[in-house]
């Protein structure tokens, strides 16, 4: 499916509990595989989660749930409207 660009959005997420890269690293194929997250990509180091996704597809509030179920999400870091 391709997405138009102009519905194209982002997202970063401050997290918690990511434990470890090999967990960084399913977290993020878990993200790719949902419906309408495009790139996925969590950052052991710093705790953060970075999400493209389609907004026609997915809306931002089931896009922070998806993140949501891996950890504490302490809070939306930035994201494109």
Do not use: P
Not at 35 to 45: F, K, R
Not at 62 to 70: D, G
Request: net charge negative.
């Amino acid at each position: 499916m391709k997405s138009d660009k102009k519905n194209i959005r982002e997202m970063k997420l401050q997290a918690e509990d990511i434990t470890c890269i090999s967990c960084a690293e399913d977290m993020e194929k878990i993200l790719k595989e949902t419906e309408g997250i495009l790139e996925a990509s969590v950052n052991y180091s710093e705790d953060y989660i970075y999400i493209r996704y389609d907004s026609d597809i997915i809306n931002r509030k089931q896009v922070y749930f998806a993140a949501r179920k891996f950890g504490t999400i302490h809070k939306i870091i930035s994201e494109s409207k």
